[in-house]
């Protein structure tokens, strides 16, 4: 019954870089009351104003970094990886790191805000890799050197202590579940 019919099309701004989209509304029948006028097709495209996101660079090459004494990075590094563990038996400024080559702990400056199973990507520049209590750390992170990037469902891989013993190195900082 009306005369007018309108869309709307609101991009979200999700802060994640996707490519452009095109986008077409065409009125291809009529109903016999009606009759299309002389555009009957809309054609738009919605680009992303994102940036592309940086790489991070593997877990596992950021500890090899470390030779036995404080090493500082001063060149813009990012690690990129999965939180495995806040807020838990440790210090609330502490966040672990996961990706496919290693786990490591995170010192921020302060209290940081993260969430278990969230994907995030950390910019490490001006940090120092160091070891506390026998485990590797990179401290001196800001708060704001991180970028959310979402959410995974993180499965906990079960492992036995003699496992565990054998993979010493390769399982510092990841999350585990003991069997035994």
């Known amino acids: 019954g009306q005369a007018t019919v309108s869309f709307k099309i609101k991009p979200v701004n999700d802060a994640v870089q996707t490519a452009m989209r095109s986008v077409t509304f065409c009125i291809s029948t009529t109903s016999e009351d009606l009759e299309a006028g002389m555009q009957n097709q809309l054609n738009f495209t919605i680009a992303d104003d994102d940036h ?3 790489t991070g660079t593997p877990i596992q ?8 004494t404080d090493t500082y990075l001063w060149t813009q590094t990012f690690i990129a990886g999965l939180v495995t563990s806040v807020n838990d038996n440790i210090d609330p400024a502490v966040a672990y790191i996961e990706d ?8 921020f400056t302060s209290n ?15 940090s120092v890799i160091t070891e506390r209590n026998g ?3 990179i401290k001196q992170v800001d708060n704001n050197a991180v970028i959310r990037t979402g959410w995974d469902i993180y499965v906990i891989p079960t492992y036995s202590v003699s496992d ?3 993979s010493a190195t390769s399982m510092e900082g990841r999350v585990v579940s003991l069997s035994n």
């Open 61 to 68: 090459t950021i500890r090899n970094t470390y030779m036995g």
């Open 112 to 126: 940081n805000t993260l969430t278990y199973g969230e994907r995030v990507i950390i910019n490490i520049q001006g």
């Open 164 to 166: 565990l013993y054998q």
């Open 135 to 137: 485990a590797l750390e």
């Open 100 to 107: 496919g080559t290693g786990g490591i702990a995170v010192r």
């Open 52 to 54: 592309p996101l940086p």
